[in-house]
């Protein structure tokens, strides 16, 4: 059961997006479980990369190399 104020949020976003107030929640809780599992996954990168994995030490060269190149985009 959603309080007041969550069912009211809820309710305004499926007006806004004109999208069933089910589909909105599944979307919604959807795009929540994701972020925590990229967040976690992000944790864990960071705790391999302490520890001076290798692979985790890839994995962050792999960003940062695309970080610049959206830089450079944004340059242009």
Not at 37 to 62: C, E, F, I, M, S
Request: glycine residues 2%; hydrophobic residues 40%; proline residues 1%.
């Amino acid at each position: 059961m959603l309080d007041q104020e969550t069912y009211e949020a809820l309710e305004k976003q499926a007006k806004q997006t004109r999208k069933p107030r089910a589909r909105v929640a599944k979307e919604i809780l959807s795009e929540g479980l994701a972020r925590r599992a990229a967040a976690a996954w992000r944790k864990q990168l960071v705790t391999d990369y302490r520890a001076g994995r290798a692979d985790a030490r890839a994995v962050l060269n792999d960003f940062e190399s695309v970080q610049l190149e959206l830089l450079d985009d944004e340059r242009d």
